[in-house]
């Protein structure tokens, strides 16, 4: 069963918990605190996170819906998600709230601001995670490679529902790094390097927008999402350029000079 011909997914607003941590790095934990033991499914957008959500909305209305809409809507089920899919009030909207959106855990690292102190004491945790951002555990928390599973049944039990069509996604940061793991059929190598470049960050109110419908010729429809950009309107209304994408198939020689900037810690 084929997939839609576009899906779109965008990055929830600024939300209480994101305004608490910048200003926790600027030496402020003030914020932080306030937060209390509120679970992170609870936070709200902040009221300074609309205009940006508004600018989103007008972009997607332009160079993407085009007077049209989306056939089906999606959004995670934690409270700044479903905020912003109502913001963007995007055209016929009905929305449908999925648990398999909702963002990874990330366990004992929600409660200490993020202080020098924060850092020295989590200093190992946070090396595991620069050498393998897909398979690293927060104390307490979950993976990203765990929420690709979710991204699977997901894609099975209700993308494919939607062949042909275009799907909004309202979610969060890293579930939209899970999206590109597995829309892009990426290495956990080309993962790592992704994550950590800054020009490829997911800032609130960022989209990414796949596609089959071949960007350089038009009336051709490819059988899988074969396209991608991204964008953050808030920031800049360009986009990137559309990058093609596909299913990789790997040779014997190309797994094994995949490895080799993996060197052996035994010479046995």
Request: with cysteine; aromatic share 12%; hydrophobic share 35%.
């Amino acid at each position: 069963m084929a997939m839609p011909n576009d899906v779109v997914i965008g990055r929830h607003m600024e939300s209480e918990a994101n305004f608490a941590f910048r200003q926790a790095e600027e030496g402020n934990s003030e914020f932080y605190k306030r937060l209390g033991n509120r679970p992170d499914a609870l936070h709200r957008g902040t009221r300074r996170g609309v205009e940006p959500i508004k600018l989103t909305s007008t972009w997607i209305k332009e160079h993407i819906l085009q007077g049209g809409s989306f056939d089906a809507h999606f959004t995670s089920d934690f409270v700044r998600a479903r905020e912003t899919a109502a913001l963007l009030d995007l055209p016929q909207a009905r929305w449908e709230l999925s648990s398999f959106l909702c963002e990874r855990d990330w366990g004992d690292l929600v409660r200490e601001p993020p202080t020098a102190e924060r850092l020295r004491f989590y200093k190992e945790t946070f090396e595991r995670q620069a050498n393998d951002p897909l398979h690293w555990r927060p104390e307490g928390g979950h993976t990203l490679a765990e929420g690709a599973q979710r991204i699977y049944l997901f894609i099975i039990e209700r993308l494919r529902s939607y062949a042909g069509k275009r799907v909004y996604i309202s979610s969060h940061g890293d579930i939209a790094w899970v999206f590109r793991y597995v829309f892009e059929w990426l290495t956990p190598e080309q993962l790592r390097a992704l994550y950590f470049c800054a020009g490829n960050k997911i800032n609130n109110g960022t989209l990414l927008h796949y596609t089959r419908r071949n960007p350089h010729k038009e009336g051709e429809i490819a059988e899988h999402l074969g396209w991608m950009r991204m964008v953050t309107p808030w920031i800049s209304k360009e986009p990137t350029e559309w990058r093609e994408i596909g299913r990789k198939l790997w040779t014997n020689e190309e797994l094994l000079a995949s490895v080799e900037d993996t060197p052996r810690l035994l010479d046995v």
